[in-house]
């Protein structure tokens, strides 16, 4: 009874440095892997699952690709992933020592856990502190290459994955993921309370799934509430980017080849996030 008060508030362990609670010193940043040369890396977050992070993560990579950067997408959701499937990638290349990356048709390097597998619905029931530190080994353990812009998608929540990745990958910004549902915004805030707790810098928001639009009359249904408009202020932080349900977009999602997609966003990303030098 008289060393519960040495315990960690986060995971009641007594060793100092396991989980960054606040009894616990901070574990230390980590480097990238090999020679890899990184220059901004932004986490695609929301708490809430089923808001579509993972597509965000792809349409931003997708654009920023078209933009002319070099990007590469860390699927950090590893009992879910499904970036692999949007652009059409299947395993990462055979080599030796460090883990290479899998390179999308336009040239975006990803790694998921679900390259890895034998199968892509083969479940993976693995507890917390062993998924966070696949995602430690997804940043130390893959030869990147030269990468302007590293995405990370983000699992739902506010446990062990989101703290490991904001305590030790230097992150340069967060995206936060919501859709006009007040539950789903209440569940969000969450995850944005997190950012501000681990002193992790906050970009904005975008909403998606914000609206239908009608093929045939061309009218606009709100159907999970009022949507808002880019450039509006959400709990003092700009909305980016407002999406709406596309069928076609989802269809391509479906297919992997999320790279044809037409839909242009995220075009101000490079001006909220600097890279330190385009990699040429």
Do not use: H
């Not at 009894?23 to 809430?48: D, E, F, N, T, W």
């Not at 539950?183 to 501000?196: S, T």
Request: aromatic fraction near 4%; proline fraction near 7%; charged fraction near 20%.
């Amino acid at each position: 009874m008289g060393n519960e008060s040495n315990n960690c508030s986060s995971c009641g362990e007594m060793n100092e440095g396991t989980c960054g609670g606040e009894k616990c010193s901070a574990p230390p940043k980590l480097y990238p892997g090999g020679q890899s040369k990184i220059g901004r890396v932004i986490a695609v977050m929301s708490g809430k699952g089923g808001v579509g992070k993972s597509s965000v993560t792809a349409l931003m990579a997708v654009n920023l690709r078209r933009m002319g950067y070099k990007v590469g997408v860390l699927d950090a959701d590893i009992t879910g992933p499904s970036i692999p499937k949007m652009f059409g990638v299947k395993r990462v290349p055979a080599s030796q020592g460090l883990l290479l990356p899998a390179v999308s048709s336009n040239g975006i390097n990803i790694m998921s856990l679900n390259l890895l597998l034998e199968q892509e619905d083969e479940p993976v029931i693995w507890r917390g502190p062993i998924i966070a530190n696949v995602v430690k080994q997804f940043w130390t353990d893959v030869n990147w290459g030269e990468i302007d812009y590293l995405l990370i998608d983000m699992p739902p929540g506010t446990g062990d994955v989101p703290l490991t990745v904001m305590q030790q990958i230097p992150i340069d910004g967060i995206v936060v993921v919501t859709s006009p549902q007040d539950l789903a915004a209440m569940v969000v805030k969450k995850a944005v309370r997190m950012a501000g707790i681990m002193e992790t810098p906050l970009l904005g928001y975008v909403q998606n799934m914000a609206y239908a639009t009608c093929p045939k009359c061309g009218e606009k249904f709100e159907l999970f509430g009022k949507a808002l408009q880019k450039g509006d202020t959400l709990n003092d932080l700009p909305v980016l980017e407002v999406l709406p349900i596309q069928p076609e977009f989802s269809q391509l999602c479906d297919k992997g080849l999320v790279e044809e997609s037409k839909t242009k966003a995220f075009e101000d990303i490079p001006k909220l996030v600097k890279v330190n030098t385009k990699v040429s």
